[in-house]
């Protein structure tokens, strides 16, 4: 063998050794990269979120049979309303071949759950980023039972009004001051509550005219209504308000947009 060739192959050796180390150096760089997976918490609900406290976990969902195993978790301060974005990362080592892998997360206000995921929901790992996570309100902590906060309008008497128009709202503070809008004008005034009673007085409105007949048919009978409701109710949930007359019949029903006590 002529030491020409010699060198060629002792070169294409070396080459080939080289190349076998940058693969296998590149393939261990993938897989210790931690994989992000990224998107939005979502609730259904029409109802505000004070400061809250957001936990992610992704979940081995492989075995039906036994309680998922957390793989990772990751918690986050929330002062946005939703969708409230989040991110978590994973070191690519813990994903297993064959196995099945779901996101579950929870909203906690004040430490207590307020929004669940209902099941953990499936997650590709092949797709990391637009995740949705939808969740729903945890029913066994009820709001409180209070007629402090701002509650929009679902019906007038029999009139249902979630039809996806703007409805009139009520703010009630603590300080016995109400505020407010009929949509067309805003309102103010004072109210009183004794038990399971209640009466408005003293509500003054703006005088701008409404857009069409409907809307002014709404504002005459929503100002009406707080003029001679009596008696106040809200659901087990702490979600809805029951504002009705002397006789119990339903005047005005209310569903709470925040719960935060207002000034």
Same mark, same amino acid.
């Given at each position: 063998?002529?030491?020409?060739?010699?060198?060629?192959?002792? $070169?294409?050796?070396?080459?080939? +050794?080289?190349?076998?180390?940058?693969?296998?150096?590149?393939? @261990?760089?993938?897989?210790? !990269?931690?994989?992000?997976?990224?998107?939005?918490?979502?609730?259904?609900?029409?109802?505000?979120?004070?400061?809250?406290?957001?936990? &992610?976990?992704?979940?081995?969902?492989? $075995?039906? =049979?036994?309680?998922?195993?957390?793989?990772?978790?990751? #918690?986050?301060?929330?002062? +946005?309303?939703?969708? &409230?974005?989040?991110?978590?990362?994973?070191?690519?080592?813990?994903?297993?071949?064959?196995? $099945?892998?779901?996101?579950?997360?929870?909203?906690?206000?004040?430490? +207590?759950?307020?929004?669940?995921?209902? =099941?953990?929901?499936?997650?590709?790992?092949?797709? =990391?980023?637009?995740?949705?996570?939808?969740?729903?309100?945890?029913?066994?902590?009820?709001?409180?039972?209070?007629?402090?906060? #701002?509650?929009?309008?679902?019906?007038?008497?029999? $009139?249902?009004?979630?039809?996806?128009?703007?409805?009139?709202?009520?703010?009630?503070?603590?300080?016995?001051? &109400?505020?407010?809008?009929? &949509?067309?004008?805003?309102?103010?005034?004072?109210?009183?509550?004794?038990?399971?009673?209640?009466?408005?007085?003293?509500? @003054?409105?703006?005088?701008?005219?409404?857009?069409? #007949?409907?809307?002014?048919?709404?504002?005459?009978?929503?100002?009406? =209504?707080?003029? !001679?409701?009596?008696?106040?109710?809200?659901?087990?949930?702490?979600?809805?308000?029951?504002?009705?007359?002397?006789?119990?019949?339903?005047?005005?029903?209310?569903?709470?947009?925040?719960?935060?006590?207002?000034?």
């Amino acid at each position: 063998m002529s030491l020409l060739l010699l060198r060629r192959r002792t $070169t294409l050796a070396l080459s080939a +050794q080289l190349l076998g180390c940058g693969f296998q150096s590149s393939r @261990a760089q993938a897989q210790t !990269t931690p994989l992000t997976l990224q998107g939005n918490l979502i609730y259904r609900e029409r109802i505000l979120l004070p400061a809250a406290r957001a936990e &992610v976990r992704l979940l081995d969902v492989s $075995t039906i =049979s036994k309680a998922p195993a957390v793989i990772s978790t990751d #918690s986050m301060d929330i002062n +946005q309303q939703v969708p &409230v974005p989040f991110h978590l990362s994973i070191n690519r080592n813990l994903f297993k071949p064959g196995h $099945t892998y779901a996101l579950s997360a929870v909203i906690f206000v004040d430490g +207590q759950p307020w929004f669940k995921t209902p =099941s953990p929901a499936p997650v590709s790992l092949k797709t =990391s980023k637009d995740i949705t996570i939808i969740l729903r309100r945890e029913v066994t902590q009820p709001l409180p039972h209070t007629l402090k906060g #701002s509650w929009h309008t679902d019906k007038i008497g029999q $009139t249902s009004l979630r039809d996806g128009t703007i409805t009139p709202t009520l703010d009630l503070h603590g300080d016995g001051t &109400v505020s407010g809008s009929t &949509v067309c004008n805003t309102i103010k005034g004072r109210y009183t509550a004794t038990g399971q009673t209640i009466a408005f007085s003293a509500i @003054a409105s703006t005088k701008m005219a409404c857009a069409d #007949s409907t809307a002014t048919q709404r504002e005459r009978a929503f100002l009406h =209504s707080l003029e !001679t409701v009596k008696n106040w109710e809200i659901s087990s949930q702490g979600e809805i308000l029951t504002l009705s007359n002397q006789a119990k019949e339903p005047l005005l029903v209310f569903h709470r947009q925040s719960h935060l006590p207002l000034k």
